[in-house]
C-alpha cells in the first residue's frame, strides 16, 4: 500500500500466448502460491496489465470457510453485477500485509474476459468466487480494498480482529 502503481487504470492486453505473458502468469501464480494468496492482479507485482490470477485447490489458509474456487486466468476482464444484492466479507490483501476490513460487495456476478490463449471464459458466480473476482478486477482500476470501506471501525491488524486464527500473515 502507498505504491503509484497500484492506484493506477491497468492498460488492455493486446497480444495472447506470448512468451512475455506466460511469464508474467508464471511469475504472478509463484507469488500467490507462496503467499498463500486466493488471487493476485498484475499491478501488484508492479506490471501494468489487465490480468489477474484467482482460485483455490483446497481451503486456504487465509480464508478457512471459503468454498473452493476454480484456478482462473482472466485478461481483460469484464464484470457484470446480477441483481443489487450486496453481501459484507472480511477481505485480506497481498499488497495490505496484516490487515483485514469488512467490504460489502455483489452477492452475484457475471464476468467475461479471455484466458492466456485468448480463448473466452464467461461464467456466472456467487459468494466467495465473486468477492475474489471483484477484489482482484479493483486492482485493475487502481482499487484497495479499504477504498470501498464504509465503516472504518472494521479496518484493523488481522491478529487484533481475529486473535488465535492464523490471520495475521496477510
Do not use: K
Amino acid at each position: 500500500m502507498g505504491d503509484p502503481r497500484l492506484l493506477r487504470p491497468s492498460e488492455r492486453v493486446p497480444a495472447f500466448d506470448t512468451p512475455e505473458l506466460h511469464a508474467l502468469l508464471a511469475d504472478m501464480q509463484d507469488t500467490m502460491t507462496s503467499l498463500d494468496g486466493a488471487g493476485l492482479a498484475a499491478p501488484q507485482i508492479g506490471e501494468p496489465w489487465r490480468v489477474v490470477i484467482f482460485g483455490t485447490d483446497a481451503p486456504n489458509p487465509r480464508y478457512p470457510d471459503a468454498e473452493i474456487v476454480p484456478r482462473t486466468v482472466l485478461i481483460n476482464p469484464e464484470i457484470t453485477p446480477l441483481g443489487a444484492e450486496l453481501e459484507d466479507g472480511w477481505e485480506g490483501c497481498l499488497s495490505v500485509p496484516g490487515m483485514r476490513g469488512l467490504v460489502s460487495r455483489y452477492r452475484q456476478l457475471r464476468y467475461r474476459g479471455v484466458d492466456q490463449h485468448g480463448r473466452t471464459i464467461e461464467r456466472q458466480v456467487s459468494g466467495f468466487h465473486a468477492r475474489v473476482v471483484q477484489h482482484e478486477v479493483d486492482h485493475l482500476d487502481g482499487i484497495l480494498y479499504p477504498m470501498r470501506m464504509t465503516d472504518m471501525s472494521q479496518f484493523g491488524f488481522a491478529e487484533e480482529l481475529f486473535p488465535g486464527q492464523g490471520l495475521e500473515d496477510d
